[in-house]
């Protein structure tokens, strides 16, 4: 057995989550429902020099690591094959990607007969969430010094980082 990942987008209705693989995709086919399956969805992340460290200076012992946020999403898999079960899901994925824009595209722009040969091509998954795990590593293993070290390196490199470690600290700015 080997473990197998693929990006797909989800999207959250009520206590699932849902989406689709192409059907060439063999990952769907070795899905087993009793299993429990899982979902990641990363936000911020980003490399942590440690130069930004000012223990650096006094010990000289520091490493690089990775600073991240992440929702680990656990759940039994549906596997959803019947044409009449898929185009709702691609209906409801496509309007969360077009709705905000000036002229959305909608599933029903284009010809029947081409959407039902296109649902062919695909199989919808079905995650029912059993449990949700936030994961946050933002130097809270650091000192105070260490972790402003660490804001003030990521606000030139990566400032949607710096912040999320800023919120975390509860500072304002």
């Known amino acids: 057995m ?9 999207i959250l209705d009520s206590e699932r989550l849902i989406g689709h693989f192409a059907r060439a995709n063999d990952h769907w086919k070795a899905l087993d429902p009793k299993t429990e399956s899982l979902a990641i969805f990363a936000a911020r992340d980003g490399y ?3 130069s930004w460290y000012p223990s650096k200076a006094e010990t000289g012992r520091v490493v690089p690591t990775w600073n ?57 998954v079905v995650l029912h969430i059993s449990r949700l795990e936030g994961k946050r590593k933002l130097s809270q293993n ?31 700015s």
């Open 2 to 10: 080997h473990l197998v990942a693929t990006h797909l987008p989800l």
């Open 48 to 50: 942590v020099s440690p």
């Open 68 to 124: 991240y946020e992440a929702v680990h999403a656990y759940g039994r898999l549906e596997i959803i094959k019947e044409p009449e079960l898929l185009l709702p899901i691609v209906t409801q994925l496509t309007r969360r990607h077009e709705d905000d824009r000036a002229h959305p595209w909608q599933v029903s722009d284009a010809p029947a007969d081409y959407i039902a040969s296109q649902l062919k091509g695909i199989v919808g």
């Open 142 to 172: 650091k000192t105070t010094e260490d972790q402003i070290g660490v804001i003030t390196g990521l606000s030139m490199e990566n400032p949607d980082l710096a912040q999320a470690m800023r919120k975390v600290r509860g500072e304002d």
